[in-house]
């Protein structure tokens, strides 16, 4: 069946660098844009990237432009999620999530929990 | 920055149909799509395309656009039902996403 395991969450202090991973199992992979979605504590959804299925295409949400950036490993079938300068405001689960394909396949992870604290 | 608009709650009683709003400049050119969630869960897609019911999804939802709005419609909402929903869609470029605040369904 369908996984995506995220990992790499945890707590960091602010202005310090996170990676966040996502290990994708039982669909292909390397055919699918994937995205990331973080939710804050008790917050909405808020869409954060998104990458080709080649990973030759990425773009960000302005607020974390230029602080994260999005990639792809299509031989690991892993995802993943640099995270520089964070700031308390990136407080959230953060999850991995494949484009909708046109018949209507969609899937999350289970979430990993970035804490920005000193 | 683009935005989606959602009611920040709906209200029905089991059995009456609720429905619930998205709004969007780009809505009339780039597809929306629903999704469910529950707490401490993943959320779960419900519509996608508009107006596309994903297999394993009840016939109860349903989806439907006009212009810049759209609708996500659940028929006879039963007390599973009760969640929050949120809109997605992309912008006029398809270049960049966002999701409504989203809607809380409570089933009184």
């Known amino acids: 069946q369908v996984q995506l395991v995220e990992s790499g969450g945890g707590v960091v202090q602010p202005g310090r660098s996170l990676r966040l991973s996502c290990a994708a199992s039982g669909f292909a992979f390397s055919s699918s844009g994937m995205f990331w979605v973080r939710q804050a504590p008790g917050k909405g959804l808020e869409w954060v990237a998104v990458i080709s299925y080649d990973g030759s295409n990425q773009n960000y949400a302005d607020s974390v432009k230029g602080r994260f950036t999005i990639s792809r490993d299509n031989s690991k079938n892993t995802l993943y999620l640099q995270m520089n300068s964070l700031r308390a405001e990136d407080t959230a689960v953060y999850y991995c999530?494949?484009?909708?394909?046109?018949?209507?396949?969609?899937?999350w992870g289970q979430g990993t929990l970035v804490t920005v604290s000193s | 920055s683009y935005e989606l608009t959602q009611p920040p709650s709906v209200s029905v009683s089991p059995g009456q149909t609720a429905r619930i709003t998205c709004s969007g400049d780009a809505l009339a050119k780039q597809y929306a799509y629903w999704y469910q969630q529950k707490p401490g869960q993943a959320p779960v897609l419900v519509i996608y395309?508009?107006?596309e019911t994903p297999s394993g999804i009840p016939e109860r939802f349903s989806g439907s656009s006009s212009g810049t709005t759209v609708t996500l419609t659940i028929s006879g909402v039963q007390a599973e039902d009760e969640a929050d929903y949120y809109c997605?869609?992309?912008?006029?470029?398809?270049?960049?996403?966002?999701f409504g605040g989203g809607t809380k369904l409570t089933v009184l």
């Open positions: 395309k508009d107006t």
């Open positions: 999530e494949t484009a909708v394909t046109t018949q209507g396949k969609n899937y």
């Open positions: 997605q869609s992309a912008d006029n470029s398809g270049t960049f996403w966002v």
